[in-house]
């Protein structure tokens, strides 16, 4: 193996460029990366995960009409002052996550919409010669331990390239990017290939590609070529299988749920999920809950 393979993982891209046109009119102003999960952005969500990976750089790949973002993750001293002076002390621990330091954050624009695999083209000169992760913002992972931090477990004993993944009911396998592994029984596992959307028959496995990734600088000589792809994009999914040819890629089975951000019920569900997970929240939503589901009980004995 390369002596560089295992270069710490100290950056990460965010392809927060996308118009959430699911979530209008949400997101008619504010972008979806911006709608709350429980008690904080969902952007925030993936940059405290990011932060618990030991990533200290973060790189927004950012659209139109995207300031919000950026401007989140701003120091307020004029709103640190005030809770200070109110002994807010709770929230000022929370405040503290959406505070990055001068010179951690950077953005970078993509003009045109043409694929996840532009949109991390698009960090290149940002990113430099070195590993880096990939956050898709959609997708949230409630755990005992982060699902960014599991993959650099794992990149750190194994190094080339990185995948997270966690199983699916086998007759949803169409619905799926699949990965083909070569031992599906364990936690980490070399990568034979990915597969997209296979039928069930079809599929490998039932692990799915869940959108955090750790990539080597390598991947962008192949997304310089600009092939397009499926649906007419420049697929991250392509230069995956072609960086494949001559580096090693691992599956890391997420430790955890996961949650599907980028439609209503997924998101609805990940809230209700986080709440309970959640210290400050979680004996009062089951008991929330709990009042829904009696009432839907009675009125269905009614």
Known sequence: MNKDMKRPVRKAVF????????FLPATKVM????????????????????QEAGIEEFIFVSGRGKSLITQHFEIQPELREELERRDKLALLEKLSH???PSGKVQITMQQRALGLGHAVWC?????????????LVDVMTLGEKGCMAQMVDAYNQHGGNVIASS????????????LDVENEGVDVSPINAMVEKPKP??????????????????IFDILDERKIGAGGEIQLTDAMEK?????????VKLKGETYDCGHHLGFIEANIAFALADPEFGDATHEILKKYINKDRKNAAA
Request: no cysteine; aromatic share 8%; glycine share 6%.
């Open 15 to 22: 392809p927060v460029a996308g118009l959430g046109t699911r």
């Open 123 to 135: 960090a290149k000169n940002l990113v430099g010669d070195e590993p880096f992760a990939v956050f």
């Open 31 to 50: 972008p979806k990366e911006m709608l709350p999960l429980v008690d904080r952005p969902l952007i925030q969500r993936a940059v405290e995960e990011a």
């Open 201 to 218: 028959e079809d599929a490998p496995s039932n692990l799915h590609i869940l959108g955090r990734y750790i990539l080597q600088p390598e």
């Open 243 to 251: 960086l494949m040819e001559t580096q090693s890629f691992s599956s």
């Open 167 to 178: 199983p699916v009911p086998r007759d949803l396998t169409y619905k799926y990017g699949i």
């Open 98 to 100: 959406s505070d990055i």
